[in-house]
Nanobody
Framework: QVQLVESGGGLVQAGGSLRLSCAAS????????MGWFRQAPGKEREFVAAISGNGGNTVYTDSVKGRFTISRDNAKKTVYLQLNSLKPEDTAVYYCAAKRSYNTTPRAAREYDYWGQGTQVTVSS
């Protein structure tokens, strides 16, 4: 069982930045593709970004391209999501997820095996 713990959420003004972290309990961490999802009140959970186990491949949803960056440090068993140029519509609970897969970048929530508890990001206008 992989434990995932997110941190780094908070309240920020529009245009500001945050960095989310997701620490995993499992080794080898590079065996897992990692993804970030978000869920706003009254909306479905949506894909944000994913990174392959070796960090060589990344994908983003169109609405965050150029603003968000996903990265990972396998030695620290941590994946990051840098959020820049934040907008009020980015307000949501952000979740990280892990899938046992070395070289893929899954976009569908159903493909992931493990989930964190989420961290709230609130962007004020």
């Amino acid at each position: 069982q992989v434990q995932l713990v997110e941190s780094g959420g908070g309240l920020v003004q529009a245009g500001g930045s945050l960095r989310l972290s997701c620490a995993a309990s499992e080794r080898p961490f590079s065996s897992y593709a990692m993804g970030w999802f978000r869920q706003a009140p009254g909306k479905e959970r949506e894909f944000v970004a994913a990174i392959s186990g070796n960090g060589g491949n990344t994908v983003y949803t169109d609405s965050v391209k150029g603003r968000f960056t996903i990265s990972r440090d396998n030695a620290k068993k941590t994946v990051y999501l840098q959020l820049n140029s934040l907008k009020p519509e980015d307000t949501a609970v952000y979740y990280c997820a892990a899938k046992r897969s070395y070289n893929t970048t899954p976009r569908a929530a159903r493909e992931y095996d493990y989930w964190g508890q989420g961290t709230q990001v609130t962007v004020s206008s």
